[in-house]
C-alpha cells in the first residue's frame, strides 16, 4: 500500500472513519443524521456500463439490510461516490427499498447521483413485472428506476420475446432506463444467451478470484463484452467454505496481512484487476466496511503475483467448500427440480456472511414442498457429476436442519 495514490492508512483518517466505525458498526436510529466529513473525501473511481452511455462507481453498495434502520451508510455512501445502489423487493421483507424511499424523501437532490437498481424475482408474465416495478417505485420514493434486473436467472430460456416487449413498454413509460438480470447459477450459460437476444442492458453475476479465470466464464464475459452488456459482479468477497476456519483460511489471512491488505480486500481487487467488470457490488451494511471497501477501491496498488499465488493455492485447497453454482451439471443429474444452487446460497449465507436471517429469507423462497424432501432425496448422482466434489447429501440435510 505504500505507493498508493490513497493508502488505506491516510484514507481511514481523512474520512475519520477508523474512529467512527465501531461506533456506527451496527444500525442507525431512524432519522439519524450523518454528520458531514471534516475534509471532501475521495471520489470511488466510474468505469463505463456497457453501451447504457452511463458511468458507475466501481463498487456498488448492496442493500441486502434493513436500511430503514441504517441511513447513516447511504449517507456515507454517497460521500465517498459510491453512486451505484442495489437493492430487491425481497430484500427485508422491503425495508431495503423503503430506506432507500426514506433516504430520497429527506434527500430529494441526491436521487439524480445514483445508480439506482432493483430486482424482482417471481412470475416473469408481464402483469407481475408491472406490479412489482410500481412497487418499487412507490417504496422508493422515486419514478424512475435506472436499472431494473430479473431476480435469480439460470437458464437463458427465461429470457423471453415477451420480457422484451415488456422492458421497451416499461422503458417508453420511463420506469426503468435499463433491463437485465442477476444470476447465481449456470451464470455462464445465462450470459452468453444475453449476449446473443440482443436486448439485455446489465446484469449481475456470481464472480469472483475463482470463477473469473475458468475458460467458460471468459468466454461468456468476453461475449457480453461484445454485445454491449453492463457487468456487475456480486458474491466477490464471499468465504463460501462451508469448512469454516480450515488451515486454507488461517493461512490466506495471514499471507495478506502481511501484503498489508485484508483478504477481503484482496478478493475485490482481485475482480477489479478485469476492466470488463463495471462494479463489484458488495454488502455493507456498516460504516466499516463500507470505509475498506472504499479504500481498497482508491488504492492503485496492483496485486503481486505472490498475492495471485495465495489466492490460487486458496481456491484448491477448499474447493470442496465452494459451490461454483454449476446447477445444469448437478441439478439435472438430479432430474427432480431440486434447486441445489439456492440451498448452497442459503448455506453460503449463513456459513460465509454469518446471517442467519438472511440464510433463513433465503431459504424460505424454496417451495415448502421442495423443501421438505430435501433431506429425504438420494443425492449420489449429483455428488458425482460435481467438480468441486461438494457433500451435497450432507448438505442438503444440514440446510433442512439448520435453516428450516
Ligand atoms: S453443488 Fe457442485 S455441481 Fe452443483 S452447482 Fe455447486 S459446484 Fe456445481
Known amino acids: 500500500m505504500k505507493e498508493a495514490n490513497v493508502s ?17 458498526a451496527g444500525n442507525q436510529a431512524i432519522g439519524q443524521t450523518a454528520a ?8 470511488v473511481p466510474l468505469r463505463p456500463f456497457g453501451k447504457t452511455g452511463v458511468k458507475v462507481s466501481m463498487l456498488a453498495l448492496g442493500g441486502i439490510f434493513d436500511i430503514t434502520l441504517n441511513q447513516l451508510v447511504l449517507q456515507r455512501a ?29 434527500n430529494p437532490e441526491a436521487r439524480k447521483k445514483i445508480f439506482l437498481v432493483t430486482k424482482a424475482g417471481g412470475s416473469h408474465a408481464p402483469e ?14 422515486t419514478d424512475y428506476i435506472d436499472m431494473f434486473f430479473l431476480h435469480g436467472v439460470g437458464d437463458g430460456a427465461e429470457l423471453t420475446d415477451e420480457v422484451k416487449a415488456w422492458a421497451e413498454k416499461a422503458k417508453a413509460a420511463k420506469k426503468i432506463r435499463f433491463v437485465g438480470f442477476s444470476s447465481h447459477g449456470n451464470m455462464e450459460r445465462t450470459l452468453q444467451a444475453a449476449a446473443k437476444v440482443g436486448w439485455v442492458d446489465g ?26 452488456i453492463g457487468l456487475t459482479a456480486m458474491k466477490t468477497q464471499s468465504k463460501e467454505s462451508f469448512n469454516l476456519e480450515s488451515e486454507a483460511d488461517l493461512k490466506l489471512g495471514g499471507h495478506f496481512v502481511k501484503s498489508g491488505f485484508t ?31 472504499v479504500a481498497a477501491a482508491l488504492d492503485k496498488t496492483k496485486l503481486t503475483s505472490a498475492d495471485h499465488a495465495a489466492l490460487r493455492l486458496y481456491a484448491q485447497e477448499t474447493c470442496s467448500g465452494y459451490c461454483a453454482g454449476c446447477a445444469h451439471l448437478c441439478e439435472s443429474a438430479l432430474g427432480r427440480g431440486v434447486p441445489v444452487v439456492d440451498v448452497m446460497r442459503s448455506l453460503m ?5 454469518d446471517d442467519v436471517r438472511l440464510a433463513r429469507e433465503t431459504f424460505a423462497g424454496i417451495p415448502e414442498n421442495v423443501r421438505r424432501q430435501l433431506a429425504t432425496l438420494d443425492y449420489s448422482a449429483a455428488e458425482r457429476v460435481c467438480p468441486n466434489g461438494l457433500p451435497i447429501s450432507r448438505l442438503m440435510r444440514q440446510a433442512g436442519k439448520v435453516l428450516g
Open 203 to 228: 446484469l449481475m453475476l456470481k464472480y469472483d478470484f475463482r470463477l473469473m479465470h475458468t475458460d467458460a466464464m471468459k468466454a461468456a464475459v468476453d461475449a457480453c463484452e461484445k454485445a454491449g
Open 349 to 353: 449465507y449463513y456459513h460465509g456472511y
Open 8 to 24: 488505506r492508512r491516510n484514507f481511514l483518517k481523512t474520512v475519520g472513519v477508523a474512529g467512527v466505525g465501531s461506533a456506527l
Open 78 to 106: 454517497l460521500d465517498f461516490g459510491v453512486t451505484y445502489w442495489d437493492t430487491a423487493t425481497s430484500y427485508t421483507n422491503g425495508n431495503s427499498e423503503k430506506g432507500i424511499g426514506m433516504y430520497f424523501e429527506k
Open 263 to 293: 483478504e477481503h480486500q484482496a478478493r475485490l481487487k482481485a475482480v477489479w484487476e478485469n476492466p470488463q467488470i463495471a462494479a463489484i457490488c458488495s454488502q455493507m451494511g456498516n460504516v466499516t466496511i463500507l470505509a475498506a471497501n
Open 128 to 141: 407481475a413485472l408491472n406490479k412489482m416495478v410500481d412497487l418499487s417505485l412507490e417504496r422508493m420514493k
Open 36 to 43: 458531514v466529513p471534516p475534509t471532501a473525501p475521495p471520489s
